[in-house]
């Protein structure tokens, strides 16, 4: 049975202001307490100066620098002998560069009989017009090599090290995009007018890298900034369609394995004296000068794929 | 050595102390890029061609590029909106609050 109280009276009782409070129909606080606007912080200069000066008093009292000589030496002689030490390496680096050889002098070291042997028979040799690719890919090829795996290797610890297990909310990725300009429409011309425009100019970089000025190496890094400017340009929907991780671990592992087979090929074949069966063709033409096409192609390949690796690692942490 | 090379040089230099003493880290980076265009028209200029095409593409493309996400990552770049909408919020507290 219920008792029917008058509503001045239930007005009155704990539980009808609780439920009140509850709903938040009355904010307590209003008209009891002062509010007040909360302001950024600041600090009266004389504070400020007044702190600097306590903590310096304190760090006097602690190193004692008036009474202890020893660390007062100390401070001054480590400042003296500092300095000291960058005027004595200014001193020598200058001394030692007044010492090199005239840029582009004919009597220099660097024209020595390696040099010589790389200008007179380096056509003969490689099949090469650019002498430098001659140099690179084909006297020098296990140093490329080389180079090619640090570059992997290099994109192995970024991957260590910027990696995201798991993907993130979704909302993360959104925001993340929100910081670049979404669909602007002048990164979008631009891009679509560019983009082709640089893939082709890649591309004859390194398919003319024995003809004329390139190499495997400007010509990927030129493919790599293409891409990265076609990902600025439409963003990751459009690029996941062709290239992801997996693209890239074959990409890289055709390219250096291909590398590799073709350059002990051409060492077995050296060291024991065997003729090789590969042509080196005209010198001038495309097809010609041996191995060094397909080598420029598969350092084109890795280096692309590793400058783009790089930007969506540092990007995303994932690709 | 012409004069278009020492200047050129000149500015060289001048990029390499000014990237190091600004102070703010996005224009120490728009000054690195332009250091590297410059030492791409210098390696042209002594006859180096691949050089060129190297430096053009990373020091000036990709090396900027990834220093501009890490800037953004560790927010050194803030976005102007951001803090626009949140004193906009607050002004709007303090008015509910009022």
Known sequence: MSRKVPEEDYKKT????FSRWLSGEKDPYLGEVEMKKLLPFSEPRELTLSHSKQQQEVREQVYDIKENKEVKGFSIAYRIVSVLVLLFLLAMLLYSVSYLPPYGEAANPVNNEVSERY?????QETGAVNIVTGMI???????TLGESHVLFIATCTVLILLRREKRRDHEEELSDRTHEPKNDVILQTAARVLVPLIMIFGIYIILFGHLGPGGGFSGGAVIGAGLILYLNAFGFEKTEKFFHAKTYKWMSFGALACYSAAKSYSFYTGANHIESVIPLGT???????GLILLLNICVGVVVSGTMYAFYCMFRKGDF | MTIFEYI???????????????????????IFMSYSLVMSIIWIL????????TEAAVGAGVTTVLFLITLKKIEAIREPQKEE??????????????
């Not at chain 1, 010198?283 to 000068?289: E, F, V």
């Not at chain 2, 050129?8 to 728009?30: D, E, G, P």
């Not at chain 2, 002594?46 to 060129?52: G, M, T």
């Open chain 2, 85 to 98: 909408t949140l004193a906009g919020s607050e002004e709007k507290e303090a008015k509910l609050h009022e």
């Open chain 2, 8 to 30: 050129l040089f000149f500015f060289l230099i001048i990029c390499a102390i000014a990237a190091s003493f600004s102070k703010k880290l996005l224009n120490t980076i728009l």
């Open chain 1, 119 to 123: 200008i007179e028979k380096g056509l």
């Open chain 1, 283 to 289: 010198p001038g033409a495309i097809l010609s000068s």
């Open chain 1, 14 to 17: 704990l539980s009808y202001r």
């Open chain 2, 46 to 53: 002594i006859e180096s061609p691949d050089l060129a095409i």
């Open chain 1, 137 to 143: 890919l084909d006297y020098r090829a296990f140093d």
